[in-house]
């Protein structure tokens, strides 16, 4: 009789064994998508589908894509006007947002006014209205909004805080992500953007003013 109480303790032993296991299998299962969740919490995936279409989910309406333009027209033109003396203020988001003839046009952009923003220490930020979008039916958009650019610089002459404001128009030709498998974030890409700034207020008297930046376009 010993020899089968034993039996049955061994057994006993074994199974609480198999249910720790399991538990720990359990808990570390759920850390490990509780880690991939906060991973990806900022992301915004897209399903591709054959002709440039798009998965939407079946509670949302197809206007409700206009949601997702206007997001991505506000954070190209952020992009794109957003800098500081060393240059655009997230400058990781140019490969991402900008395609072909669009890449080309804001790194020639850049390049262009890099001087006058470094030896005057300015800064801008942009300030954007609401979004007009056109949808094609191939899938691509026209986009375009209104706003202010708010720019803060040091007259190299008078060595004074100078403050500007500007209106500034800008036009997107936005094309569906061609490079979704590397580039999840963003479903549309900028390939082709135009924008015109004009001043209209500064802290410096007229007699003292430089000439603005005329009509900043590409």
């Known amino acids: 009789m010993k020899g089968v109480t034993d039996m049955f303790i061994a057994k006993d032993k074994m199974a609480i064994f198999w249910f720790l296991v399991t538990c720990g299998c359990i808990l570390g299962t759920g850390w490990y998508l509780q880690k991939l969740a906060v991973e990806g919490r900022g992301r915004m995936l897209y399903v591709p589908l054959e002709r440039h279409d798009l998965y939407l989910d079946r509670d949302m309406k197809p206007q409700d894509l206009n949601e997702v333009v206007d997001y991505h027209t506000r954070l190209i033109v952020e992009t794109l006007l957003n800098r500081g003396p060393r240059g655009p203020v997230s400058p990781d988001r140019i490969g991402m947002l900008f395609y072909g003839n669009a890449f080309d046009q804001i790194t020639a952009d850049i390049q262009e006014k890099n001087y006058d923003f470094r030896t005057r220490q300015i800064h ?31 007259d190299p002459v ?61």
């Open 124 to 154: 801008q930020m942009v300030e954007l209205g609401p979004v007009n979008v056109v949808h094609n039916p191939d899938g691509s958009a026209v986009t375009s909004t209104s706003g202010q650019v708010i720019r803060v610089s040091v």
């Open 158 to 218: 008078l060595k004074e805080s100078v403050i500007q404001t500007y209106a500034v128009d800008v036009t997107l030709q936005l094309r569906r992500n061609p490079n979704l498998r590397d580039n999840k974030r963003f479903v549309f890409v900028c390939q082709d953007v135009s924008y015109a700034m004009r001043e209209t207020s500064s802290s410096l008297p007229a007699d003292a003013q430089q000439p603005a930046n005329s009509a900043q376009k590409q």
